[in-house]
């Protein structure tokens, strides 16, 4: 009865948070605990005895606890505005009593924090690790008081009818408080984990929290809270709330101040009960679904410290600094052209004469007077007559003749055939209306020597409409894969922001800077340069384009017979490529990782499928691929590189598919390339394979006809069979990487190629060119010593990727990967130009005396 008029009492009178203590199955634990603290320090309830002791930090507490004899614990301490101190409170259980625990329950002002000891934590497939030890840290209760004694109760109770003994130490966290740049070391484990606070200094906005330990392993967790209670500082429940990553040796937050209205923050580190999220090995499985586990010594020693992040001034700096080096190509693009057009101007001014005879202009042309060519099919940038020699340096300002505007007139044939031009639409099989055209193809594209003027035979309108399909092509591909590339990545970053989860992305965290929901702005800032020069190459191959339809309209000689036949829908299509790669690119960077990788490497292919079109269609624009063959053949690629991504790990079966169909696909690209297109994949093919290496290297033993084609395709074939040998055997992890190094290896072959026989038929480059080979070659070297610095990755987990995080190096603001990106758009905005002005130096030379090859 005294009891009862007790609690009443209490129950009357209480205010605050005192009945929010009662939960479902605890009630009669509370009810008890609530009456010692106004009925006295011991009661007897039933047959169980309650005990309240005045306690005292700093005090180890050795005592026995039985279901009939139960402890509560009062504490008190002084708090105040300007300090904040850590309570810990720590216990050790010498006996480990499964079926019935030890209960903790400490109560506080505003929350309430209970644990059974031994703790029980799950694992992965839900395996069970006991702990005897246990500390936990309790919350602190923001104060308005400059000074104000606050009490907490530590009670202990359990349903064992047999003796427990436990050790219980309440102490005092000194160093509580983080201080900006400064290292604070600590011990941490599953079942005592660690939190600080961290207030934000005057003048600071936003901070990176770092947390770094030698130890790769354990696994742990590190956790951005709110001040409030209680702190989620478990295992199984740290990632309810906050901004939290899983880590090994390196762990980096940015803070900024916005998002925490009380100015002030809660650094959380736990240690994980198993490894298997930071990439360890995993455990065996329990025999019983209810066996548990020992987890072994899981300490971790850990360092934390805060930093001040960059202020808005650096983020200006580095903007600026991003806009100023691409602005520089285009200022430096505008004075090469002024300087060009001077140079023009100039040549007007040595004009051939006006009464110049037809066989003085023929001569010019390198015709003889009777109109025909000279039997030499080598004289590459060399005119010829009458065994006078000039070279195309020489007559290039005495080449034009003038009529009213002072240009040369073509001849007579070739005006006529321009007249009888229709204007209306051409369709691209037009061409072969005559019944010979086949055997036609066929002595011209077998002949030994082949010149540009043979394999540049159809019209030029068709050819036109045939290459702008490349960009149009391209375009609509853009639009349609960039609307749900942007919609994804946009998706991706909200629910980082929502749900705080780091581990989804795979940034360079110690270099990450955020703005507005972006996490990491440098990042995509860096991709500008991909758009900027990407538009800046358009621009000048519009320019080009313009120019040389003046000269068509013009009628001028070197337009119509002379020079590599110009047509920029290839070029149009790499410059938006280019523009492409930055976008798709800087999406990537949104938020890297493993599922959306694609959209980094996609337009990299067909930047590099794009460029080998490109050179081969220089010397053989007749018979160069289609758009919608090219873009299949690219698109099965990137299908491919899905494939080896999603199922190549490991799978033999996949990289045995992938190495023959390689394999397969070079075999059948070196038989087009080596017979120009006159070859038949049909039903006959075998037989006609067998006839061939009968007659040829058995009856006669002859070598092959096209040397030059033959050494190409023999030092491809060797190249590509090599790159299908080592994924089949190493099978790298990275396949998206591997799929692109063999692309570039063949690109870079061909490139190699092209130059080599260019020189050897006595052909030359120019300044402009040459200077970009040079400036290029330079800026890919840099380029790909900051792109193997491998700041992050996603083949590996979250928390192995951080290991390989640094700092940033330029500006405070870039990382090795921002500068990657800055001299990869430079390089490839120079390979460009090499190839749209490597071949300048014929615009003056006839199309019958330029070598194929």
């Not at 961290?198 to 809270?225: A, E, L």
């Not at 290839?570 to 694609?598: D, I, K, R, W």
Request: charged share 20%.
């Amino acid at each position: 009865m005294v009891l009862r008029n007790c609690w009443k009492s209490r129950h009357k009178n209480s205010r605050g948070p005192a009945h929010r203590w009662v939960r479902p199955g605890t009630a009669a634990l509370f009810w008890v605990c609530a009456t010692q603290l106004v009925c006295g320090t011991g009661a007897v309830v039933g047959e169980t005895k309650y005990v309240q002791k005045d306690a005292e930090f700093d005090v180890t507490y050795n005592d026995t606890v039985t279901s009939e004899n139960q402890t509560i614990y009062a504490f008190n301490h002084t708090i105040s505005r300007n300090k904040t101190e850590g309570v810990r409170v720590s216990v050790d259980v010498m006996q480990q009593q499964l079926e019935s625990p030890i209960l903790f329950v400490i109560r506080q002002k505003q929350a309430v924090m209970s644990f059974q000891v031994p703790l029980i934590l799950r694992g992965l497939y839900q395996r069970k690790y006991p702990y005897k030890h246990i500390a936990r840290t309790l919350c602190q209760p923001p104060t308005r008081a400059a000074s104000e004694t606050q009490y907490f109760f530590v009670d202990v109770s359990t349903l064992s009818s047999q003796g427990t003994n436990y050790l219980l130490r309440v102490s005092r966290v000194e160093s509580f408080t983080l201080q900006t740049d400064k290292t604070f070391t600590f011990t941490a484990s599953p079942s005592q984990p660690q939190f600080f606070k961290y207030v934000f200094p005057d003048g600071v906005d936003t901070v990176i929290v770092k947390v770094n330990s030698d130890m790769s392993f354990p696994c742990s967790v590190m956790s951005v809270q709110d001040i409030q209670c209680p702190v989620y500082d478990l295992d199984n429940n740290v990632a309810f709330i906050g901004m939290y990553q899983t880590m090994t040796k390196k762990g980096a937050i940015t803070v900024q101040r916005k998002d925490y209205p009380s100015n002030s923050f809660y650094v959380v580190v736990v240690v994980k009960t198993e490894d298997e999220a930071c990439g360890g090995p995993l455990r065996f499985y329990p025999l019983q679904p209810d066996e548990l586990i020992d987890a072994g010594n899981r300490t971790k020693v850990l360092d934390v410290m805060v930093s001040p992040a960059i202020n808005s001034e650096k983020y200006v700096i580095g903007m600026l600094f991003c806009l100023g080096i691409f602005f520089s190509f285009y200022l430096l693009t505008l004075l090469v052209t002024c300087i060009e057009n001077k140079r023009m101007k100039r040549r007007e001014m040595f004009q051939v004469p006006a009464d110049m005879s037809p066989a003085e202009t023929a001569s010019l042309l390198g015709k003889n007077s009777d109109g025909k060519t000279p039997a030499s099919p080598y004289e590459y940038g060399s005119f010829a007559d009458n065994g006078s020699t000039l070279s195309s340096e020489a007559i290039t300002d005495s080449v034009m003749s003038t009529d009213n505007y002072g240009y040369m007139e073509r001849s007579l044939d070739s005006v006529a055939r321009s007249r009888q031009e229709s204007l209306s639409s051409v369709e691209e099989d037009d061409y072969d209306t005559l019944d010979d055209i086949d055997s036609d193809k066929n002595i011209v594209r077998t002949k030994k020597y082949l010149c540009v003027a043979d394999l540049a035979r159809k019209d030029k309108r068709i050819l036109s409409k045939k290459y702008q399909i490349y960009f149009w092509n391209i375009a609509t591909i853009a639009v349609f894969y960039a609307l749900p590339v942007i919609q994804l990545v946009i998706t991706y970053q909200t629910v980082v922001n929502v749900t705080g989860n780091q581990d989804i992305c795979y940034y360079n965290f110690l270099c990450a800077h955020p703005l507005g929901a972006l996490s990491a702005f440098n990042n995509i800032l860096s991709n500008l340069g991909y758009v900027m020069l990407g538009f800046l190459f358009l621009l000048i191959v519009l320019k080009r384009d313009l120019d040389h339809k003046r000269a068509l309209v013009r009628n001028e000689l070197n337009a119509l017979e002379c020079g590599i036949p110009k047509h920029f829908g290839v070029y149009y299509a790499m410059g938006t490529a280019l523009m492409m790669e930055g976008l798709l690119s800087a999406c990537y960077h949104v938020c890297p990782n493993y599922t959306n990788f694609q959209f980094d490497t996609s337009f990299m292919y067909m930047i590099a499928g794009l460029c080998m079109l490109k050179l081969y269609q220089k010397r053989h624009p007749d018979i160069n691929a289609s758009a919608y063959t090219a873009y299949a053949c690219l698109a099965a690629v990137i299908f491919f590189s899905v494939l080896g991504v999603v199922f190549g790990k490991g799978n033999t079966v996949f990289w045995i598919v992938f190495s023959v169909i390689h394999i397969l696909a070079t075999l059948l690209l070196s038989t087009q390339l080596y017979y120009m297109g006159r070859w038949r994949l049909d039903a006959g093919i075998l037989r006609r394979i067998v006839y061939v290496i009968y007659t040829d290297c058995i009856r006669q033993c002859s070598g092959p006809m096209y040397i030059d084609r033959m050494v190409l395709l023999v030092m491809g074939n060797i190249v590509n069979w090599s790159l299908a040998a080592y994924g089949l055997i190493e099978r790298p992890n990275d396949f998206a990487s591997y799929l692109l190094a063999i692309a570039i290896c063949n690109l870079l072959l061909y490139f190699a190629f092209y130059i080599i026989m260019k020189l050897r038929s006595g052909e030359r480059i120019k300044c402009l060119p040459f200077v970009c080979i040079l400036f290029t070659a330079v800026v890919w070297g840099f380029a790909l010593y900051f792109f193997f610095q491998g700041l992050s990755t996603w083949q590996k987990t979250p928390a192995e990727s951080r290991e390989h995080n640094r700092d940033c190096i330029l500006l405070s603001f870039f990382d090795d990967h921002d500068i990657w990106h800055f001299l990869s758009s430079i390089a490839m905005f120079g390979s460009f130009l090499v190839l749209l002005t490597m071949d300048d130096d014929l615009d003056t030379v006839q199309r019958d005396k330029i070598y194929v090859f």
